[in-house]
């Protein structure tokens, strides 16, 4: 039941910042029809933005005028949300490594990028990466919708007008 | 999908006050606020956030960026007014463990 994406969206936009803020308010719209939660929409805008983010300041040379697509599949329990590009890929258990909260750190010791991959991980509920020939992040947000109607069936039906 | 920044100083105090969007695309105009100010010797710089409807970690990293500098010139940088959305951000990346933050409302006695 769950298996098959009940829609699928797609969107390729330009490797440009101007275009982040574009990808994360179509999403948002999703989201939003989707039925999650307000919290649970910003943590998928963040996710999706730094996502995007990356592909701008590192997939492609400046020569390049690369692009980001961004698929969106729509199940019942969860919405996925994958972002590709066709740059340059990076070792991720490197980059893995390097990520983190700063704990313990300095402020000197601090590191003015890195926190994009560890928050989209924070935020998100399941995060895949991988890709060859560029970079194709993976992640998912489950709905948990089916315990907000239980709860509200159980206290009051809707007023009907 | 934009980013105003008010820039006030009273007795020496930088007060910068956004409202809108920090994001990549908005990020080179604070940065050209703020990194200049924190260049100057002994500078003291407030950042209020109570009306940043959205940020991400790039706005985490420029503030980074700031507070090093700020350090390195003897200054100090405060921000105030987070939303709890963007509170949530510096939680996560434990950067409250760091950073100069002042949540109070100012005037809400309790």
Do not use: W
């Amino acid at each position: 039941m769950s298996n098959k994406a009940s829609d699928f969206i797609e969107m390729t936009v330009p490797a440009k910042t101007d275009y982040v803020g574009v990808v994360r308010l179509t999403i948002s719209g999703i989201a939003n029809r989707m039925g999650f939660a307000f919290d649970e929409i910003e943590d998928i805008k963040i996710a999706v933005s730094e996502a995007c983010t990356n592909v701008v300041n590192h997939a492609y040379t400046e020569l390049e005028k690369g692009q980001i697509r961004v698929g969106c599949g729509v199940y019942d329990n969860r919405l996925e949300i994958m972002v590709v590009d066709h740059g340059k890929s990076f070792d991720y258990d490197d980059v893995n490594q390097s990520l983190g909260p700063v704990e313990g750190k300095s402020v000197e010791q601090l590191n003015e990028g890195g926190l994009g991959l560890f928050l989209i991980e924070s935020l998100m509920d399941k995060v895949e990466i991988s890709g060859e020939a560029g970079v194709i992040v993976m992640m998912t947000k489950y709905l948990h919708r089916d315990e907000v109607e239980e709860n509200v069936d159980r206290t009051s039906p809707a007023p009907t007008q | 999908m934009n980013l105003q920044i008010r820039h006030e100083e009273t007795n020496g105090v930088h007060y910068l006050t956004l409202a809108g969007e920090v994001d990549a695309y908005t990020a080179p105009k604070l940065k050209e606020m703020l990194v200049p100010l924190t260049e100057v010797k002994n500078t003291q710089i407030v950042i209020d956030l109570a009306n940043i409807d959205y940020m991400d970690s790039t706005g985490l990293g420029i503030f980074v960026g700031a507070l090093k500098s700020t350090k390195k010139n003897d200054g100090t940088l405060k921000l105030r007014g987070m939303t709890e959305r963007v509170k949530r951000l510096f939680e996560i990346t434990g950067l409250t463990e760091v950073m100069d933050i002042d949540n109070e409302v100012k005037g809400e006695a309790r």
